[in-house]
């Protein structure tokens, strides 16, 4: 079975700076998907990135950017130009590619921004 | 992205009845639904996984006789907490995966989520 480890439960940021959330999961797969999603206190769960495993190329979305480190197992989330309202709870998941395949969570990471 | 409608988002019942959530998806065929539990500050517990049309497959440990989800259609699930007790409190969220365009979507959308309090 695989998992997912988000081991630093709370990271803190200074407004406009970069921080950097780890994950790291386990599977024997050679082709799956990867994804960050953000829940703020509103409690929404939003997808922030993605990644599928096949692509060599670290995905980009605005100021979040991924380090997919396939052979490491590796899957950390920068976020750039920090701003209050990513402040939330973060979540890494993994996806098998099969239709009906389910999401594995880490536990999640709280960033808090300071002003 | 694609929008999943879940109601309600509060919900308070007594002790011993049964609340349904609604989870719908607005602009694409959900072929998949998928329902969590979620505590204070913890992850998303996976309860249980439905394909349209089909019966739904619980994670090990969740009671099907008191967790009924229907999935009947392709844009609209239920998730029915039966005789429900104060333990079952907590925040049920749904996700649906499924055909946007044509295509099969890689990524799940999520509901709002439903606070339930049972008192």
């Known amino acids: 079975a695989q998992t997912v480890t988000q081991s630093q439960p709370e990271m803190s940021v200074q407004e406009a700076e970069t921080v950097t959330l780890s994950c790291t999961y386990d599977?024997?797969?050679?082709?799956?998907?990867l994804f960050w999603y953000k829940q703020p206190p509103s409690r929404q769960m939003i997808l922030v990135i993605r990644?599928?495993?096949?692509?060599?190329q670290n995905a980009t979305e605005n100021r979040f950017s991924v380090n997919f480190q396939k052979a490491a197992k590796s899957f950390s989330l920068k976020i750039s130009d920090s701003q209050l309202g990513d402040a939330a709870m973060y979540f890494c998941?993994?996806?098998?590619?099969?239709?009906?395949?389910?999401?594995?969570f880490g536990k999640g990471i709280t960033l808090s921004v300071r002003p | 992205g694609a929008v999943v409608s879940q109601h309600p988002s509060r919900v308070i019942c007594k002790s011993g009845t049964s609340v349904k959530i609604e989870c719908r998806s607005l602009?694409?065929?959900?072929?998949?639904m998928f329902w969590y539990r979620q505590f204070p500050k913890q992850s998303l517990m996976l309860m249980a996984t439905?394909?349209?049309?089909?019966?739904?497959?619980?994670e090990q440990g969740v009671e099907k006789d008191k967790f009924l989800i229907n999935h009947a259609s392709l844009t609209l699930s239920t998730l029915t907490v039966t005789s429900a007790h104060p333990e079952d409190s907590s925040f049920y969220i749904c996700?649906?995966?499924?055909?946007?365009?044509?295509?099969?979507?890689?990524?799940?959308?999520f509901g709002q989520g439903t606070r339930l309090t049972v008192v």
């Open positions: 990644q599928e495993a096949y692509k060599q």
């Open positions: 998941a993994y996806r098998s590619t099969g239709a009906n395949s389910k999401l594995t």
């Open positions: 599977t024997s797969e050679s082709d799956y998907y």
């Open positions: 602009d694409f065929q959900a072929t998949t």
């Open positions: 996700s649906a995966r499924g055909y946007r365009g044509g295509l099969n979507s890689l990524e799940a959308f």
């Open positions: 439905s394909n349209e049309g089909s019966k739904a497959t619980y």
